[in-house]
């Protein structure tokens, strides 16, 4: 008797652990620069949704194109109808791992340092790759940043000749999520 | 040391437990591994999100006529447009190039739903104002909406001499107006429609028999050819009885070349004139006899205010 309530004791306990290892957000914020000298082309989406599975180290990504916005309403449109095309491709995806999770721990506060390797989803297309980003924990949550640069031509969005010099041809993406225990 | 087997319940227990927590963990994990992804998805599907339409069209006009479009909350859009003479005047007017009927104005938009206007145009030397209100938005997801319907009003003065100085003229009689609903759907990607019921007021009609209230049906519609340009094709159809004696529906085909802040259109049209008065209820030209004036609209938008985030 005595060892089956320790036994429930035990998996219980388990199963309450079991849950606290997936944090999520929904207000993740992602910032989008592709500008030059000529023109700021700058745009924030602050609804990214994200979960970490802190045991695992799997991390999922997933933003709807058309929540990026822009100080010009028109460079917004464009955004969407011209180099995005979100009506056929509406999400941007990740999909990945952090590869050194030994050295992240979530249970101590701090910040560490973490690299993400996984599938980038972005225009319909998937390509593999390897973020650099920072863990900080605290209060038993913790957020995540990443900074990175894609190139446009890599996931097959176009810059007409007559823009060329205005749009960069490398964008600058950051990553910022405060993760709770979901 | 000597094994002994121990008779002590603990351990037993301990180890047990140790077996089904691995075995616990693994299945966990199995499953976490596969659905994270999943996870989230459905984790985001539970929030809904409606779906607007952009980009029915290029621009706040599909060629003389409004679209459905408009400038966004504090953004000012600069038109200037051009219609040169006819293209059956011949060598002598170089084919109508010597002629030439302009429009310049600026739009404005006090909020994403409200935008007016301002413009003097050369035919007629008038001034024109207008309105146009956001009513629907075209959506799918949480908020489905078919169509997209805006409001539109406009009032005209004209500043020309009086064809008859001697007789006693009313001011009014210089005032025209235009009320139009706009009904537009893009079908997909490269394919919109627009219907617009119109009303034209004329304050002065030259006709003893012409009415002063003239009802038409504008229909224009857009077809993309690559993600920066476009042809587009609008007609007004004017009900008879409710139009001038000689006015000619206006047919124009053009052609949208966008490039970042700038729209240029490049039309043929049977009208002269390019406000709305103008050109819907007083076109004369038949596009058989070759009437048929080339043209081009140019917009140049300017983000005057700061968008809210």
């Known amino acids: 008797m005595k060892n089956i309530i320790l036994i429930a004791l035990l998996l219980s306990g388990f199963q309450g652990l079991q849950a606290q290892d997936i944090f999520f957000t929904r207000t993740g914020k992602v910032e989008f620069k592709a500008g030059s000298s000529v023109e700021d082309i700058d745009g924030v ?90 863990i900080t924990v605290q209060n038993g949550k913790f957020s995540g940043q990443s900074t990175f640069k894609i190139l446009l031509s890599d996931y097959g969005i176009k810059v007409p000749s007559v823009v060329a010099d205005k749009i960069a041809k490398e964008a600058e993406i950051t990553v910022l999520c405060q993760y709770e225990p979901k | ?73 504090g953004v000012m859009d600069v038109k200037i447009s051009h219609r040169f003479g006819t293209l059956n005047s011949g060598f002598y007017e170089l084919f109508g190039l010597d002629n030439a009927s302009i429009r310049i104005g600026a739009d404005y938009g006090i909020t994403d739903w409200l935008m007016i206007g301002l413009g003097r145009a050369s035919y007629e030397k008038q001034y024109d104002g207008f309105m146009k209100v956001k009513l629907l938005r075209q959506s799918s997801g949480a908020k489905k909406m078919p169509v997209s319907i805006s409001g539109f009003a406009g009032m005209y003065y004209n500043t020309l001499k009086w064809s008859e100085p001697d007789r006693e003229n009313y001011e009014t009689s210089r005032i025209n107006y235009a009320f139009q609903l706009l009904i537009a759907r893009k079908f997909s990607e490269g394919f919109s429609l627009q219907l617009s019921p119109t009303l034209v007021h004329k304050n002065l009609v030259p006709g003893a028999d012409d009415p002063n209230d003239l009802l038409s049906v504008g229909i224009g519609a857009r077809q993309k050819l690559t993600k920066r340009m476009s042809v587009n094709v609008e007609y007004y159809y004017q009900v008879p009885g409710y139009k001038l004696e000689g006015s000619v529906n206006p047919l124009s085909i053009g052609l949208d070349i966008e490039t970042g802040g700038h729209v240029f259109q490049f039309i043929f049209t049977n009208s002269t004139g390019i406000a709305e008065n103008q050109y819907i209820t007083g076109t004369t030209g038949e596009w058989s006899n070759g009437d048929v004036h080339f043209g081009f609209n140019i917009a140049r938008v300017f983000t005057l205010g700061k968008k809210k985030k």
């Open chain 1, 45 to 134: 989406n602050n609804e990214a949704a994200s979960m970490i599975h802190t045991k695992t180290g799997e991390i999922a990504f997933t933003l709807l194109v058309k929540s990026f916005h822009f100080k010009r309403a028109l460079m917004e449109e464009h955004f969407n109808e011209n180099y995005m095309e979100s009506t056929v491709y509406p999400k941007a995806s990740f999909k990945g791992k952090i590869t050194n999770l030994a050295a992240v721990n979530f249970a101590a506060a701090g910040q560490y340092n973490a690299t993400a390797e996984g599938e980038l989803t972005i225009h319909g297309v998937t390509k593999k790759v390897t973020v650099p980003g920072k």
């Open chain 2, 1 to 73: 040391m000597k094994y002994r087997p121990s008779t002590l319940p603990v351990p037993k227990v301990l180890f047990l437990s140790l077996g089904i927590l691995a075995g616990s963990s693994i299945l966990a994990q199995k499953k976490d591994t596969t659905d994270l992804m999943s996870m989230l998805e459905k984790e985001t599907a539970r929030k809904p999100v409606t779906n607007y339409t952009i980009a029915t069209f290029k621009t706040t006009r599909l060629i003389n006529a409004h679209s459905i479009e408009h400038v966004a909350g």
